[in-house]
């Protein structure tokens, strides 16, 4: 077999991943019109339809060039999305699957990445992601009696996978599919009447902890994952997004050399 140098000039590849499994929540960010997307209106493309929207002061932009899978959205440390409560947030004691791609501004101040979560304490806090100040995401749920925080930190201008995984009693949080933090607990998670908010800290009342940044492929499932199934998730998507540039690799009986694709 031949072996021949190709180059490849502003390459775009998408890949589609088998991450959908037990989706209650699956949002890509694409605006895509041809299901009802638009810049105010973000499709769940999972099981349940739990559509979110924005205000036209808070809402996100769409990004088209630097992006996991797709498309997705930036949000410039004011914008948010918030998705109306539902049942399907009532987790309990269920087992199941939280996943993200963060692409952060900055390190140094708290943001909050997603949640259902009521500011001001009560009982209607159900689960929440964070971005705390030394860039280590944390998971919190049941009032704030379980918090998990991550040792691997994320960093700034650069695109990580966020995971936190319920599996019976064991709780993980990973970053770019390597296990960042883990705990026991029988914990039930509370079921809170809050909207699910993507980008601040509380839905019903969004004013505190906006998260700047990019941020995509946004999961909730009602199943859990084993560490490799969720390193297979993030390695299946790291690829699906190449950088406009040119490239040389290496492939097999092409019949040509020094070819621009």
């Known amino acids: 077999t031949d072996t021949e140098n190709v180059t490849l000039a502003n390459a775009t590849i998408e890949t589609t991943t088998n ?5 209650i929540l699956l949002m890509h960010f694409n605006n895509d019109s041809s299901i009802g997307e638009n810049a105010t209106y973000f499709v769940d493309t999972g099981l349940t339809g739990n559509n979110g929207s924005c205000t ?20 410039d440390g004011g914008d948010y999305i918030i998705i109306p409560d539902n049942s399907d947030w009532a987790l309990g004691g269920s087992e199941f699957a939280m996943e993200i791609w963060l692409n952060p501004v900055s390190i140094g101040a708290l943001e909050q990445i ?27 749920a049941s009032e704030g009696s379980l918090g998990l ?5 994320l960093v700034a201008n650069t695109w990580s996978h966020v995971a936190v995984v319920r599996r019976g009693n064991t709780w993980t949080i990973y970053v770019n599919g390597v296990e960042g933090g883990s705990t026991s607990s029988s914990d039930t998670i509370t ?12 839905g019903n009342s969004p004013s ?18 084993t560490a490799a199934e969720i390193k297979e998730h993030y390695q299946s998507q790291r690829g ?10 290496q ?11």
């Open 149 to 153: 925080a991550s040792s691997i930190n």
């Open 114 to 140: 997603f949640s259902q979560w009521k500011q001001g304490g009560g009982t209607d806090r159900g689960w929440s992601l964070d971005m705390q100040t030394d860039g280590g995401p944390k998971f919190w």
């Open 56 to 75: 036209t002061t808070s809402c996100p932009t769409l990004n088209t060039t630097d992006c996991v899978l797709g498309n997705c959205i930036t949000l």
């Open 251 to 261: 492939i097999f009986d092409s019949g040509s050399t020094g070819t621009t694709w």
């Open 19 to 23: 991450n959908t499994d037990g989706s």
């Open 208 to 225: 505190s902890y906006f998260f700047e940044g990019s941020i995509d492929e946004f999961t909730i499932h009602n199943v859990s994952f």
């Open 240 to 249: 699906g997004f190449v950088k406009a540039g040119n490239f040389t690799s």
């Open 191 to 202: 079921n809170s009447a809050t909207d699910v908010a993507i980008g601040v800290y509380e």
